[in-house]
């Protein structure tokens, strides 16, 4: 295998590693706070969440662009352009923090008006502008996980992850214990989130060297080429955006703040498969980046089936599994009573399906400037959700909202935004789907069958067995699908990089 997928290969499992500490944090912390603070309080932490994640907005695209011409001008061996590439977003990003700090406190000061209850006021009000200022402080750091990515370094990315999530967890863990405040929880998240951004800061420059310096003309058309590269990723993050976090609002409006809560939790569990997926498939973008500049096709096209092979194979075995476990998990995670989450667990399982098996598609989207197809798909898909959501929601509550989200995101994913992806790889829709997609979806199901019908013997609520059980799934499957899902020459290409990682490490 190449120096480029033996990196990968090595940013992958690290990513992989990192995810299961931090998903192991997250999912021990979530009842935990959720039974300090209680359903009201946790459903206005998961508003504010999602109503601080719009700020995100004002990256306007430019952490992608960074890593786009970054990873192109890497592909020419063209560092000192590279370099200034970085600089120049970099410069752009101070400009926007300063921009976040003010925004924080016109929408503290504006928002809380909007809210009836005083105590729900003032503690809108003060999060508002703890977390506003904590992240137009860390804004600037956003240029430097574009120069880490550009460089595949997706290992350093992740032990810095799980580090900061090591100390979030304890803080938080420390603070509820003595009775501290969801102001408190604000406050850790701003302070623990800018340690982690200087941190990617000295590593970025200890991978690729001090950035460029001077402003000149040049960098100037920098800037004008970045921009109308991150126009497009930016609409496609506001669609993001309108696509995953804007249901907690739509539920906060149309039901209760206590309402959030079971969609929430059953969110962060398929999130956690898909989290795990990303970790694995969502490297590929500057790969594509290089190839493209290169003028490669024939390599773009066999990274991208091997990648889609994987993401499928990935997609059906976790999404089954968590199905399969879901049940006896919850019983014991959360106790009983929690219905709910597990329906609205089971019903979301096809659009995650849907996602995770496109993923792949994105970052070949991404990775050859089509990101503007990606942002007008994403429109579609962010509009039709919105308008499917809040027709569904009134007769069938919060089933209403996932089946909204799943049936459009089968259509945008499958049909519009593989299209987009046929006419970079020179590939038909039919021929994509009836050559790639069929297969790779129904080659693990019959492993999946057998490990279901073991469950019914031998699963039970417990997080003993309910890990073992896993443990034992993931593991047969390895040789099952190495076996029936690659061909002779990838499963010789996968053993010798795993060889060379480790003879390396």
Known sequence: MSRTGQTLMRGATVRLGSLGISLGLQMAMLPFIL??????????WVVI???SSYYGLLDLGLSSA??????????????????????????VFCLLGGFVILLSVLVAIGGSQLIHQAEDRRLFCWIALIVGCGLGLSFPTRAFDGVLVAHLRFDLLAVVRVVFSLVRAGLIYVLLTARGSILGLALINSLVSLAEGLSTVGLARRVHGPLGSSWTVAQKGILKEMFGYASYSCIAQVTDLLRFKLHPIIITVFMRFADVTPYAIADRLQNVVVDICSAILSMLTPVFSRQEAQGNLEAMRRSFFLAYKIS??????LLGLLSICAADFIARWLGPGHDLVLTLLYLRVGGSLCGISQMPVVNLLFGTSENRFYAFSNALHAALTLILSIILIRPFGLPGVVLAVVSVTAFVKLFIQAWAACRVLKETLWSFHLGHTVPNLARPLPFLAAAWFLARLLLAPGYVRVGLFSAGVLALFVPYILFVGFSKSERELFLRSLVRCLTAS
């Open 35 to 44: 039974h300090h603070l209680g359903d009201h309080l946790y459903g206005v």
């Open 49 to 51: 969440g999602t109503l």
């Open 66 to 91: 960074v890593t786009r011409f970054v990873s192109r001008e890497l592909g020419r061996g063209d560092h000192a352009a590279a370099s200034n590439y970085a600089a120049a977003g970099c410069r």
């Open 312 to 317: 499928c194979y990935l997609g059906v075995l």
